[in-house]
């Protein structure tokens, strides 16, 4: 999705902007530009595809002199991937220049009326209205002509702005989209992502909906709604560079796969003292959580299947029923909900807008609402009344893999925390329970450690066209969330199914060397899988076996085996899911694709 980033200080502006714009680069783009402020007013240069074709065009930055600027890198949705559609945007009399992340959703109207008035609008976007609002009601205050355009803008903004005749000033403000100030020492930036900026400074300023930051190189002022001046606290972002960049390996994505057991530690101990869960962050009282009768879990993507997968564990422990629903399809769902409903959202960047509707939607019904976000100060964070944040650091390659098990570890402090406070389990369990999970990151070490021979397999399953996953119970749902990731990044096609399904129509697709990865590390039903595994072979299916250490009747079925550590099956997830994608990350780089940032996907949703 969009991305900007703004500086203003005392070197050239167009290199520090380029540089924050390739930070951005995995959030997924088509298009980008750069808009700097330099002795003669403002000089704009922007091309469609990626930031090298940005950085030859500008011949790395030289071509625009200046020390305060702004950048974007866009994703389109209203008018195709054009130069002139890429952002920055003009005034006709080249006063000001803006970049814009969100969707302005009354742009329609707002563009007929400027046409009426004589401005002449060059793309098709609907950013274009902001800056000819900003010509409209400029009388020489920047920070007013800023106030009044942003109160006719109906929809989501993260909006960067610069003026000719304010040569050091770069002015911020934001509406539902996320916008950070980064605070230096001589010079200010900002961002829609701390990736963006904390290899300039870990000083951060969260700007909140309808506040405007006038920047200039020694001064961050930042503005209320009604125009009044707001004090405002500068934190400390914990992130660091090298856990934003690629640390010697090829790809973010084999990085954070491989950082998982610390990115889980880091999430899970806190969290655990003295065998408790300890979850200070939650404004949900005892006896609220003894009220709800029915639990909902709402996310998109990997974050949905997460839920899909702790789902088990948390009805296993509570007793309460839950139901998991795709975020696009709960807001439209017209849901029965009220206040003895929790409502469980999840999301890694905490800005994905099918989320954050569905999120609105049930609080407007009365539900409790509980985050799983990684992403600290997001829109999510913020409208949800209670927030247990992931601590699972940057994610940066597109298809998530340590945001997803994270994800689910939080659901597992949870469902032990819920289960407890209803009287479910005994402080004994709770203990014995809390142990289990304390072991999860170091079955993640196992897990990757049982199979150096991935790369291998992925050698021999890379050319087919078309892979099943199949499973049960809760390795249903881990099937899910393999097959996703092989989809995303390698572009082969694969299909998950309950294993029980296949009879009803899928096993009519199997043909002789139809490869089919059969996950079976959920010991109760391993008898009802191996069957399922000989109904394929019968049906000359070549079988990938996933089963804990120690199942060794599988050898004799598969044709290839994947171990994984045994776990409580309360807990097997993460350690299962890990050498899927591990699998999903080698094929796709047997097939040469661009495993960090997939085609046509963005790590960031913010629009429907
Ligand atoms: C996009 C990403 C997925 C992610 C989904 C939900 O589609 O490519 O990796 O799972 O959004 O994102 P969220 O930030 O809400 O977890």
Same mark, same amino acid.
């Not at 969009?2 to 070197?11: H, K």
């Not at 009426?116 to 098709?124: L, M, P, T, V, Y």
């Not at 803008?153 to 702005?161: K, M, N, P, T």
């Not at 904390?198 to 009604?226: M, Q, R």
């Given at each position: ?77 209203h008018g195709a991937?054009t130069?002139i559609n ?35 609008f060059k793309s098709e976007t609907d950013?274009e ?200 399809? *709960? ?231 994947? *171990? ?45």
């Amino acid at each position: 999705m969009c991305g900007i980033v703004g500086f203003t200080g005392r070197q050239e502006a167009a290199q520090i902007l380029l540089e924050g714009l390739k930070k951005l680069e995995y959030r997924g783009y088509d298009s980008a530009g750069l808009a700097v402020l330099g002795k003669n007013g403002i000089s704009m240069i922007k091309t469609t595809g990626k930031i090298a074709n940005l950085c030859e065009k500008t011949q790395d930055g030289k071509l625009l002199p200046g020390f305060a600027g702004i950048g974007h890198t866009r994703w389109a949705t209203h008018g195709a991937p054009t130069d002139i559609n890429a952002h920055p945007h003009m005034s006709n009399d080249g006063k000001f220049a803006v970049v814009h992340n969100g969707i302005i959703e009354n742009y329609a109207v707002l563009r007929d009326e400027l046409v009426e008035r004589g401005f002449e609008f060059k793309s098709e976007t609907d950013t274009e209205v902001v800056v000819h609002l900003l010509s409209l009601y400029y009388n020489g205050d920047l920070k007013e002509a800023v106030m009044k355009a942003t109160a006719r803008l109906e929809g989501s903004y993260g909006l960067g702005v610069v003026c000719a005749d304010y040569p050091e000033h770069i002015v911020a403000t934001r509406q539902f989209s996320p916008l950070i100030l980064g605070v230096g020492v001589g010079e200010n930036y900002f961002a829609s992502d701390v990736t963006a900026l904390i290899s300039h400074t870990k000083n951060v300023i969260y700007l909140e909906d309808g506040e405007v930051a006038d920047i200039t190189p020694d001064e961050i002022c930042v503005y209320g709604p009604t125009g009044k001046p707001v004090e405002k606290e500068i934190t400390r972002v914990q992130w660091d560079m090298e856990a934003a960049e690629k640390g010697g390996y090829d790809h973010f994505m084999l990085k954070e796969i491989i950082e998982q057991p610390r990115a889980i530690k880091s999430t899970v101990e806190p969290r655990i003292k003295d065998g408790k869960v300890v979850l200070e962050e939650l404004n949900l009282s005892d006896d609220e959580i003894r009220s709800i009768d029915k639990i909902v879990i709402t996310a998109c993507g990997s974050a949905y299947y997460a839920g899909c997968a702790a789902k088990y564990t948390l009805e296993k422990l509570t007793r309460v029923p839950v139901t998991t629903e795709l975020a696009s399809e *709960f807001r439209y769902s017209d849901p029965i909900i009220d206040d003895k409903t929790l409502l469980i959202v999840i999301s890694q960047s905490g800005e994905t807008a099918d989320t954050i509707s569905a999120l609105e939607e049930a609080k407007t019904r009365g539900a409790k609402i509980l985050a799983i976000v990684n992403v600290v100060g997001s829109r999510i964070s913020k409208l949800a009344d209670n927030v247990i944040y992931t601590w699972a650091g940057p994610e940066i390659a597109v298809a998530t893999t340590k945001g997803y098990t994270t994800q689910v570890a939080v659901m597992y402090l949870f469902s032990v925390y819920m289960a407890r406070r209803r009287g479910r389990i005994s402080e004994d369990e709770e203990k014995r329970l809390t142990g289990e999970i304390m072991q999860i990151p170091q079955q993640i070490q196992r897990a990757i450690d049982l199979n150096p021979q991935i790369p291998s397999l992925a050698k021999e399953y890379h050319h087919n066209k078309s892979l099943f996953f199949i499973g049960r119970n809760v390795d249903y749902a881990v099937c899910l969330e393999g097959s996703l990731k092989l989809k995303e990044i390698s572009y082969l096609h694969s299909e998950a199914y309950a294993a029980g399904e296949l009879k009803h129509g899928t096993i009519a697709l199997i043909e002789e060397d139809q490869p089919v990865i059969a996950l079976s590390c959920y010991e109760p039903l391993f008898d009802k899988m191996m069957s399922n595994i000989k109904e394929v072979k019968a049906r000359g299916a070549k079988v990938l076996g996933v089963t804990t250490e120690g199942q060794n009747r599988i050898v004799r079925e598969a044709d290839d085996v994947i *171990f994984v550590p045994k776990t409580d099956t309360l807990f097997g997830v993460p350690s299962e899911v890990v050498p899927l994608q591990l699998f999903a990350y080698y094929v796709a780089k047997e097939n040469g694709c661009n495993i960090d940032k997939p085609r046509n996907l963005a790590k960031s949703v913010t629009v429907e």
